[in-house]
């Protein structure tokens, strides 16, 4: 089992910041990649952003120049710093994390840029 804690979202004007945290615990050993995806009002959920065990990511087009994902193994942790942000991007981001047989979820963090 992981368990996965999202942290850092809240309300930010367009133009500006947030970087989203989330935090894996139990079975990280396990872990091939983590990720980012997010659900808009009306919408089905979506890619935003991965990262390998081995650091390779990969962004939805949307994103890519603006957002950034990274992870800290000591810390058991991948980022998303988002930049830039849109009215767009206004939703709940969700931190994923899969492995061989299973892919895990986090509970969400609400991300709202006003437009």
């Known amino acids: 089992q992981v368990q996965l804690v999202e942290s850092g979202g809240g309300l930010v004007q367009a133009g500006g910041s947030l970087r989203l945290s989330c935090a894996a615990s139990?079975?990280?050993?396990?872990?091939?990649?983590m990720g980012w995806y997010r659900r808009a009002p009306g919408k089905q959920r979506e890619l935003v952003a991965t990262?390998?065990?081995?650091?390779?990511?990969n962004y939805s087009d949307s994103v890519k120049g603006r957002f950034t994902i990274s992870r800290d193994n000591a810390k058991n942790t991948v980022y998303l710093q988002m930049n830039s942000l849109k009215p767009e991007n206004t939703a709940v981001y969700y931190c994923?994390?899969?492995?061989?047989?299973?892919?895990?979820w986090g509970q969400g963090t609400q991300v709202t840029v006003p437009s």
């Open positions: 994923n994390a899969a492995t061989i047989v299973h892919t895990y």
């Open positions: 990262i390998t065990s081995g650091r390779r990511t």
């Open positions: 139990g079975s990280i050993f396990n872990i091939n990649a």
